[in-house]
């Protein structure tokens, strides 16, 4: 069946320097995409969302690209901080069924 | 911004009872609010869909005689255990969608914690 999923299951990186976090996507006829940060213990928080229409989308100090050619998702992090170790999810919102699919989360672990 | 309380924040009982978790919705309406469950360093799994005023819709594999749930309100949602077991041990996470906002923006609650000794 249709499914989101992760390519790499932690990530460690430098405090200061860039994080990029993957997902693959399989349904195509998903037409939006969110990114999503979760603390230990705490529920999923917003980070950024990007719609099928579009292959880039730019925060504060976040990036999220899209590639619907190879159905790939993409976040960058830019100089992270301690603050951003959490686990991150990819979810995908398709408009026929309203409903959201999260993928298999990544934990992001950031050396001081 | 859209605000979801969730309580409580953790429950610990004994195998056998019932739990009843709610989900609110501060400063909107909520016709549509959602119900996952998460594992430990799993994903979240989307239980059910409720429906303000009407039935819940259930995933595939979901019992809804287990997962009671009621939206009586359009801020307010309640998911019950029913005959919590341990293997009901988990991470519940309730999301709402704004009646009037962005229709593929869910909000978040913190979650609650169930543990059933």
């Known amino acids: 069946g249709e499914s989101v999923g992760l390519h790499l299951p932690t990530l460690s990186v430098q405090e200061g320097d860039n994080s990029i976090i993957n997902c693959a996507y399989s349904n195509s006829a998903s037409d939006y995409f969110i990114w999503y940060k979760q603390e230990s213990g705490k529920g999923p928080q917003f980070i950024i969302d990007?719609?099928?229409?579009?292959d880039k989308r730019q925060g504060q100090r976040v990036t999220v690209l899209l590639n619907k050619t190879v159905k790939h998702l993409s976040l960058q992090i830019a100089a992270t901080q301690p603050g951003d170790s959490a686990v991150y999810f990819c979810a995908e919102f398709t408009g026929a069924n309203s409903k959201l699919t999260f993928g298999k989360g990544i934990t992001l672990s950031v050396r001081p | 911004g859209a605000v979801v309380s969730q309580h409580p924040s953790r429950v610990i009982c004994k195998s056998g009872t019932s739990v009843k978790i709610e989900c609110r919705s501060l400063d909107f309406q909520a016709t549509t609010m959602f119900w996952y469950r998460q594992f430990p360093k799993q994903s979240l799994m989307l239980m059910a869909t409720s429906n303000e005023g009407s039935k819940a819709t259930y995933e595939q594999g979901v019992e809804k005689d287990k997962f009671l749930i009621n939206h009586a309100s359009l801020t307010l949602s309640t998911l019950t255990v029913t005959s919590a077991h341990p293997e009901d041990s988990s991470f519940y996470i309730c999301?709402?969608?704004?009646?009037?906002?962005?229709?593929?923006?869910?909000?978040f609650g913190a979650g609650t914690r169930l543990s059933v000794l």
């Open positions: 990007i719609r099928s229409n579009m």
């Open positions: 999301s709402a969608r704004d009646r009037y906002g962005v229709q593929n923006i869910q909000y």
